[in-house]
Each structure stands twice: as structure tokens, then as C-alpha cells.
């Protein structure tokens, strides 16, 4: 199973694009009416700022109202859709644990420690047929841990300091791959100990994204999610 956020990535950037350089247009339109003292060129500036931003607002939020939620299960894929290609993630393990490293110098967690796995692969079959083997570097990532009751965690800079000292993988999610290359990173989280229903949201953690139509930043947009307690009681993934 798998899903995507945005659908349609070339059409929607390119509606945002627009949208802004229509909107500077008509900025300008008002600044020349005011600098003229040109109530006709100024009212039309101000009419067309008023009338494209309304359209587009009321187009985002509509697309928004219209979007469900989703909780991938083992094995599911998230792709995030860039204009030429797709960078897609999955969560290959995840287990919990009351206290990390070696025996005599372990680090007890404040309620539980939850290690994820996510491995982070470049879908050589979503690349254009013009773009090469020219190595990509994701927009820039944000994992947060949910709960059933809608708290939210982000990943424990100390837990996963003291994880690299165990010698697992850190690799940064936004590091940079080829078409058909991948890596895993593991997160370390620090929850409570009654959380529940545990589920991973990974985003982009851009500005513009919560303006882009159809995204999952976007204004009353539901997210996609993996669902941590299904992996935790699967084998990891490997392949």
C-alpha cells in the first residue's frame, strides 16, 4: 500500500507559482493607481489582489475538506512528489525500550523510549526520462510521534545521541541519493508510558508547502501516517 502527497506535484506548483506572480501583478496595478493617484487603476489592482487570493484560498481549502486521513500499515510507502520524481518512505522496524545503552551505563527513559526505522528510498520509476542519474537532496524533513489522544512527540536529541553511540544508523533523512538508491535512519523518541495507538507522521517542513493545493501541510489537510504499534508486532522489513 501507498500514498502520496501532493497529488498532480507539476500542476499544483505551478497554480502556486502563478498564483503568486498574479498576485504581484496585481500589487504592482495598486502601487502605480496610488503613485498616479489613479482611483480606476487602483481599485483594479485592489479587486484583482481581493479576487486571486479569495479563488485560490477557497480552491485550497476545498481540495483540504475533501482529503482523509490515512494510517499506512507494514510495509506501506509514503512518496512525497516533486516535479520530475518521487522520494518515498517506509517503516521497517520499530520496538520500545525503558533504557538505552551498555549495561553499566544506561540511559533510563523519562516514560518509554520508541526506536523507528525508516528507510528512505529514490523510486528510480517515478524519474523523468530526461532528468539522469544527477543525485537529489530532499526538501527538509520532520518526524513527530502521535498518540490517541493527539499528543505529540518529537524525536529525544539525548536518546539518539546515546543510540549513535551504540553505533546505529543516524543518517540524516534529508542526505542526498540517486535514482534507486536508499538508506535507513532510526529516531528516538522519548514518550510516556500510558501513549497509545502510537502512529509516525514524516513531513516536509518547508513554509510554502502549507500553501500548495493538495499537500499535506496544507490549511484543514488530513495527514498520512505509519502506523507504529501494526510494525512493532511485524518481523522488520529488510529488502
Same mark, same amino acid.
Given at each position: 500500500?501507498?500514498?502520496?502527497?501532493?497529488?498532480?506535484?507539476?500542476?499544483?506548483?505551478?497554480?502556486?507559482?502563478?498564483?503568486?506572480?498574479?498576485?504581484?501583478?496585481?500589487?504592482?496595478?495598486?502601487?502605480?493607481?496610488?503613485?498616479? %493617484?489613479?482611483?480606476?487603476?487602483?481599485? *483594479? #489592482?485592489?479587486?484583482?489582489?481581493? !479576487?486571486? &487570493?479569495? =479563488?485560490?484560498?477557497? @480552491? /485550497?481549502?476545498?481540495?483540504?475538506?475533501?482529503?482523509?486521513?490515512?494510517?499506512?500499515?507494514?510495509?506501506?510507502?509514503?512518496?512525497?512528489?516533486?516535479?520530475?520524481?518521487?522520494?518515498?518512505?517506509?517503516?521497517? %522496524?520499530?520496538?520500545?525500550?525503558?533504557? *538505552? #545503552?551498555?549495561?553499566?551505563?544506561? !540511559?533510563? &527513559?523519562? =516514560?518509554?523510549?520508541? @526506536? /523507528?526505522?525508516?528507510?528512505?528510498?529514490?523510486?528510480?520509476?517515478?524519474?523523468?526520462?530526461?532528468?539522469?542519474?544527477?543525485?537529489?537532496?530532499?526538501?527538509?524533513?520532520?518526524?513527530?510521534?502521535?498518540?490517541?489522544?493527539?499528543?505529540?512527540?518529537?524525536?529525544?536529541?539525548?536518546?539518539?545521541?546515546?543510540?549513535?553511540?551504540? =553505533?546505529?544508523?543516524?543518517?540524516?533523512?534529508?542526505?542526498?541519493?540517486?535514482?534507486?538508491?536508499?538508506?535507513?535512519?532510526?529516531?528516538?523518541?522519548?514518550?510516556?508510558?500510558?501513549?497509545?495507538?502510537?502512529?509516525?507522521?514524516?513531513?516536509?517542513?518547508?513554509?510554502?508547502?502549507?500553501?500548495?493545493?493538495?499537500?499535506?501541510?496544507?490549511?484543514?489537510?488530513?495527514?498520512?501516517?505509519?502506523?507504529?504499534?501494526?510494525?512493532?508486532?511485524?518481523?522488520?522489513?529488510?529488502?
Amino acid at each position: 500500500m501507498s500514498a502520496s502527497t501532493p497529488h498532480f506535484a507539476p500542476v499544483v506548483v505551478l497554480l502556486f507559482l502563478g498564483t503568486i506572480l498574479l498576485l504581484c501583478i496585481g500589487v504592482l496595478v495598486l502601487f502605480y493607481g496610488a503613485v498616479r %493617484r489613479s482611483a480606476f487603476f487602483a481599485k *483594479l #489592482g485592489a479587486g484583482a489582489v481581493a !479576487t486571486i &487570493a479569495a =479563488g485560490y484560498l477557497l @480552491l /485550497l481549502s476545498g481540495v483540504s475538506l475533501a482529503s482523509s486521513e490515512e494510517t499506512l500499515p507494514p510495509d506501506g510507502w509514503k512518496y512525497f512528489c516533486e516535479i520530475d520524481c518521487h522520494i518515498a518512505y517506509s517503516l521497517t %522496524r520499530a520496538q520500545t525500550a525503558g533504557v *538505552l #545503552g551498555p549495561e553499566m551505563q544506561q !540511559t533510563s &527513559a523519562k =516514560g518509554k523510549f520508541v @526506536l /523507528l526505522r525508516v528507510k528512505t528510498w529514490f523510486d528510480e520509476r517515478t524519474i523523468s526520462t530526461r532528468r539522469g542519474n544527477a543525485p537529489l537532496t530532499p526538501n527538509r524533513r520532520k518526524a513527530l510521534l502521535f498518540d490517541d489522544a493527539g499528543r505529540s512527540y518529537a524525536p529525544s536529541a539525548a536518546a539518539e545521541a546515546e543510540f549513535a553511540g551504540l =553505533g546505529q544508523s543516524l543518517t540524516p533523512l534529508g542526505q542526498a541519493l540517486r535514482p534507486g538508491e536508499s538508506y535507513t535512519t532510526d529516531l528516538v523518541f522519548d514518550v510516556p508510558q500510558d501513549a497509545r495507538g502510537l502512529r509516525l507522521l514524516i513531513t516536509e517542513d518547508d513554509p510554502e508547502t502549507h500553501f500548495v493545493i493538495g499537500h499535506e501541510n496544507s490549511f484543514l489537510h488530513k495527514k498520512i501516517y505509519f502506523d507504529v504499534d501494526a510494525r512493532e508486532r511485524k518481523p522488520e522489513t529488510t529488502k
